[in-house]
Nanobody, 122 residues
């Protein structure tokens, strides 16, 4: 069974840093995209950062220049380095995976992690 195991959330002060990680487990994958979305209370889920199989990376406008996404392909793991955090970055951060999984007969599916809370105090 495919699982996305997230870690690294927490409570920090404005200006500090956090690093999130997400590992895809439970199958062999052919990954298309992997990354992070976030959702703050009362707001829609929004793109934070995503990396594609071809190496391209896309960032939400509000995090450009402060957040960096990276990927360890052999480990099926993606990282999000978050610097210069602001109170408006407070949200639940969800790992996202679009991939073909052997356990699903190599059909392409989208998977979501359970979410990790990031809280930035002012």
């Amino acid at each position: 069974q495919v699982q996305l195991v997230e870690s690294g959330g927490g409570l920090v002060q404005a200006g500090e840093s956090l690093r999130l990680s997400c590992a895809a487990t439970g199958s062999t994958f052919n990954i298309n995209d992997m990354g992070w979305y976030r959702q703050a209370p009362g707001k829609r889920r929004e793109l934070v950062a995503i990396t594609s199989s071809g190496g391209s990376m896309n960032y939400g406008d509000s995090v450009k220049g402060r957040f960096t996404i990276s990927r360890d392909t052999p480990k099926n793991t993606v990282y999000l380095q978050m610097n210069s955090l602001k109170p408006e970055d407070t949200a639940v951060y969800y790992c996202y995976l679009r991939a073909r999984a052997e356990s699903s007969g190599w059909s392409q599916n989208t998977y979501w992690g359970q979410g990790t809370q990031v809280t930035v105090s002012s």
